[in-house]
């Protein structure tokens, strides 16, 4: 029943009323009390003033018995809610207008009698009451003088047992009754109305509970937003602001797990094709020498050898591809990072592509900046990628073009353009240029090249932390160009 927040702040709302009803009705019964004692003592202020005034309660330090049972009997009919008693200086009670066994106390405390002949005594102002060990109750009392000497004071307690009585009495009217159901039914009108002004403040809570359980539950996720007033920043509003930008991001998140995985059937399709056609290959060779053992010539046979060792080579050489960019995919590949000239590695790399240029007739220039500082980066990886830009333009100029490698220096970074006169790209393939088996065109595709080289590059530039830009036109030629700080 409490599993909802709606509940938990209705039942929080009923208690707290609760709570605040009986302290109201106690303190408003505390309050009507103290008032009541207030008026009736003010209003008995002088009362044992007067009294003292008409009679001689004490007469040489003896209490003066006829004029004290006269005073109680003439107080008992006139007013018998009133308790008098006749007390020495010291406080000790002398004489009362009580049954016998009724008073419990034989002596009442002065404090509160000097403060009540103060002026500015406060009011109400309670003193003990003899028929009540620890009791106190509203009184009033007067000196009682013999010449100028203090001989004892009459102290009259103003409400008495018989008016309790009667304030109980009181207690169970029909005004009071009729009081405390006006308060109840008040209550239970701000607990309706609490309640209805929650269910409204917690309706679009309950709605975005209700949006998130359909997303949570694949139920019409593309359509599982949260609508908000515009007007409206509130924390439900921001709440719901933040699922809907988390739910965008998940739909965009699945958009690109449904496209990877496309590409992914697409690579095994490419990875198939790849591995089978050197396989094929490198099989036919080796069952032709097999069942022609002994027909063939020794030229013939070489031939045979040769290509199955070509289409071996180059079988290996794609399968070190994919490990090598599984290794760089997984969380197992580290950067052992150390300074390096970027200007010598590139002055390696090409004399190593030399040779290969000139039997293709392209021209392969450097152009390098002899004040380049050194980078910091994985050497071995930095080879990699100028390996694979290199084999990239050797694999699409044309014979008597031309490959430019250039090192500068620009705002703190070493720039490496790797530029060629090759065929160039079309602008809507560049995107595209990095994905791994992307091919062009697939009616040329590229046996030779299983498109993992600018995929490796672009990974091993994301680990040290840059990018590679691509500029190319058509029959124009292509650069590739990356930065790596000092």
């Known amino acids: 029943m409490l599993k909802t927040l709606y509940s938990r702040l209705a039942l929080t709302l009923f208690l707290l009323l609760c709570v605040v009803g009986v302290l109201f009705i106690q303190l408003i019964g505390h309050s009507a009390t103290m008032y009541q004692q207030e008026v009736v003592q003010k209003l008995n202020r002088e009362l044992a003033s007067h009294i003292v005034d008409e009679y001689a309660l004490i007469q040489g330090r003896q209490v003066n018995r006829g004029a004290l049972d006269q005073l109680f009997h003439h107080l008992m009919v006139i007013n018998p809610s009133i308790e008098l008693y006749l ?150 509003d921001r709440l719901g602001q933040q699922f809907n930008a988390m739910a965008d991001r998940i739909s965009e998140h699945v958009g690109e797990l449904k496209r990877v995985d496309n590409q992914r059937r697409e690579m095994v399709a490419n990875i198939s094709h790849d591995l089978r056609t050197p396989l094929t290959t ?45 290794r760089l995919d997984s969380c197992e590949s580290v950067i052992y990072a150390e300074p390096f000239s970027m200007c010598e590695l590139v002055q390696d790399v090409a004399q190593k592509y030399q040779l290969r240029a000139q039997e293709k007739s392209i021209t392969l220039e450097v152009h390098l900046n002899p004040a380049t500082p050194p980078v910091y980066g994985d050497i071995a990886l930095m080879q990699r990628v100028l390996e694979n830009l290199l084999e990239n333009g050797l694999r699409h100029t044309p014979e008597g073009g031309t490959i430019r490698i250039r090192v500068e220096v620009d705002s703190g970074n070493v720039v490496v353009q790797v530029a060629d006169t090759g065929c160039g790209i079309p602008e809507e393939d560049i995107p595209h240029l990095f994905e791994r088996f992307y091919q062009r065109d697939s009616s040329h595709y590229d046996a030779d090249n299983a498109g993992l080289g600018l995929a490796i590059v672009w990974r091993i530039l994301e680990l040290h932390g840059s990018a590679i830009q691509v500029c190319s036109k058509p029959q124009q030629g292509t650069t590739f160009l990356f930065r790596l700080p000092f």
């Open 87 to 236: 007390l020495d200086e010291q406080g000790r009670v002398l004489g009362y207008s009580a049954p016998e066994g009724k008073v419990k106390r034989d002596q009442v405390a002065l404090e509160p009698i000097r403060q009540f002949m103060e002026s500015n005594a406060p009011y109400p102002l309670e003193g003990d009451d003899p028929r009540d060990p620890v009791g106190q109750k509203a009184f009033s009392v007067a000196p009682i003088f013999d010449g100028e000497q203090i001989q004892g004071y009459l102290y009259i307690i103003l409400g008495g047992e018989q008016f309790d009585h009667v304030m109980a009495m009181l207690g169970q009217s029909y005004i009071l009754d009729s009081s405390l159901q006006v308060f109840v039914i008040a209550l239970a009108v701000a607990l309706m109305g609490g309640l209805l002004v929650f269910a409204f403040l917690t309706r679009r809570l309950r709605q975005l509970g209700n949006i998130m359980r359909q997303y949570g539950n694949g139920q019409q996720q593309d359509d599982a937003r949260f609508r908000y007033p515009r007007r409206s920043n509130d924390e439900i």
């Open 282 to 326: 490198l099989r036919g060779y080796l069952e032709t020498l097999d069942l022609k053992h002994g027909q063939l010539t020794e030229q013939e046979q070489r031939q045979y050898l040769q290509t199955a060792l070509s289409q071996s080579k180059r079988l290996g050489t794609m399968v070190e591809e994919l490990f090598e960019l599984a």
